[in-house]
């Protein structure tokens, strides 16, 4: 899905969208050179379609990257939905490298797979309380996931604003059943871009607890908050939990 505001993002780096970049897109997959056009042209007739519109959430200013969060309000079969999109975007010296996140969820009503983009890196550590929580993620240690959170603290899941879990009495046994499927989920990150309050972690995502999956990409954001504890986690990507309930 090709938005203005992702151009506007774009206009950032000085590059020529069609020419320069090479876009990622989870339904149009790896759109290069005169692809583009149809991606840009496809997009711009189903916001009318569909009454959509975009609201931007946040930017992240890195090194060499710009990490970027949105999310489209639109209308399907009569009933209101809200897509939560990030984009990620790698100046390269020649080329740019646009990688755009969301689940298929909202739009289709089920997940779809989408292969890695990146490969993971084990250099790709973020710090402090998100690296604490990653790890505490991978041992399916409900207890201390949850102590990374400030109390107010929510997680929103990819499907967008009608799945997010606030506090921490709530997320304790959200994240009890997410490690009901044989422990906890070991994300294998490949980028890790943060400043002092944000932090986004591009990774691949082929296990969750006892289950091997087919090996899909994914991104999530973290905010710390006051207390240097994660105020909200937003995570994009398409993966469909081995669980049951």
């Known amino acids: 899905m090709w938005f203005p505001e992702i151009g506007a993002l774009l206009d950032m780096t000085d590059g020529d969208v069609a020419m320069m970049a090479n876009v990622h897109d989870p339904q149009a997959g790896d759109v290069r050179g005169s692809a583009f ?76 797979v989408r292969p890695p983009i990146l490969p ?25 996931v949850v102590e990374c959170y400030e109390p107010d603290g929510y997680f929103r899941e990819p499907s967008g604003a009608r799945y997010a879990h606030r506090g921490r009495d709530v997320l304790l046994p959200f994240y009890r059943f997410m490690f009901s499927a044989g422990g906890g989920i070991p994300l294998r990150h490949c980028t890790v871009t943060e400043d002092t309050k944000t932090c986004a972690v591009e990774y691949v995502c082929d296990r969750w607890g006892s289950h091997d999956l087919p090996p899909q990409a ?28």
């Open 37 to 112: 056009s149809a991606l840009a042209r496809e997009s711009k007739a189903w916001f009318p379609a569909h009454r959509a519109r975009t609201r931007t959430v946040a930017t992240l200013l890195g090194k060499s990257r710009i990490v970027a969060e949105y999310v489209v309000d639109f209308e399907r079969d009569g009933e209101a939905f809200d897509l939560p999109v990030a984009v990620v975007v790698d100046k390269g010296r020649d080329l740019l490298d646009v990688r755009i996140y969301h689940s298929r969820y909202p739009l289709l009503g089920t997940h779809a």
């Open 120 to 144: 993971p890196d084990v250099r790709a550590n973020p710090s402090g309380i998100v690296d604490e929580y990653f790890n505490a993620l991978a041992a399916g240690d409900a207890e201390r």
């Open 218 to 245: 994914g991104v999530a954001i973290y905010l710390r908050g006051p207390n240097g504890l994660i105020a909200a986690a937003h995570v994009y990507d398409d993966v469909a939990a081995p669980l049951v309930g």
